[in-house]
């Protein structure tokens, strides 16, 4: 069985500040993790993907996110917030468990302020 | 560009009415998803096909169909649209067996509204 557990549903942060989105998973195969963005009334976008070749992924816009298989996590993190970044994030677990299924966080909305 | 679409981008329906919603796409993709997703929530899958091979959510309600054509195109058909459907349906596609994770390429989503 797979999950993922997204901490915090709203998180805030200056423009120029680290963004920090936490992301923890469980998987019983060795699992891809994704992050994807969505802005409003849009579809979900593919920041950056994990796939076992490198526990440090770069992403578009900045972003990136380390795979920790001790933690279980995967947070997501931008060194220095602008006011684009601010949408919808989802953390997403998928695997071969007797089919191909991607289970998706609740998601994180992230707000950036000037 | 390759990208799925999705049309129409907004679609009002009336209560008990028959609604389809339509996807299509050109990255020649073998795997076309079907999502709702209600405000602030997470999308949730309600089916998807591997080429022709049809993959029913076990908690999709019935009112819930769904067609594929050909490789291009899929659609959603809610046959009595009921006023807990309003929501925006996401319609994205992945290559299964060609690419590791199985990254899922999305569309910009139909919102529906039922009146």
């Known amino acids: 069985a797979q999950s993922v557990t997204q901490l915090g549903s709203h998180v805030s942060v200056s423009e120029g500040a680290l963004v920090l989105l936490r992301c923890n998973y469980s998987s019983s195969v060795p699992p891809y993790l994704f992050w994807y963005v969505q802005y409003p009334n849009q579809g979900l976008q593919l920041l950056l993907k994990?796939?076992?070749?490198?526990?440090l992924v770069k992403g578009i816009n900045g972003f990136e996110a380390e795979f920790k298989k001790s933690e279980t996590s995967f947070h997501l993190t931008k060194p220095s917030a602008h006011m684009s970044d601010a949408a919808e994030y989802f953390c997403?677990?998928?695997?071969?468990?007797?089919?191909?299924?991607?289970?998706f966080g609740a998601g994180t909305r992230l707000f950036v302020k000037a | 560009d390759a990208m799925v679409i999705q049309n129409p981008r907004y679609q009002v329906t009336q209560f008990g009415k028959p609604v389809t919603l339509s996807c299509s796409q050109t990255?020649?993709?073998?795997?076309m998803y079907w999502y709702q997703q209600k405000s602030s929530q997470a999308p949730k899958l309600l089916f998807h096909y591997y080429d022709k091979d049809f993959n029913n959510e076990a908690d999709t309600p019935d009112n819930f169909q769904s067609r594929r054509p050909n490789t291009s195109f899929c659609f959603l058909d809610i046959r009595s649209p009921g006023l807990g459907d309003a929501a925006m349906y996401l319609c994205a596609t992945s290559r299964r067996g060609r690419e590791e994770g199985e990254t899922q390429y999305f569309g910009p989503g139909t919102r529906l509204l039922v009146l």
């Open positions: 990255l020649n993709h073998n795997v």
């Open positions: 994990y796939t076992s070749a490198a526990t």
């Open positions: 997403a677990v998928s695997g071969w468990t007797g089919g191909f299924k991607t289970i």
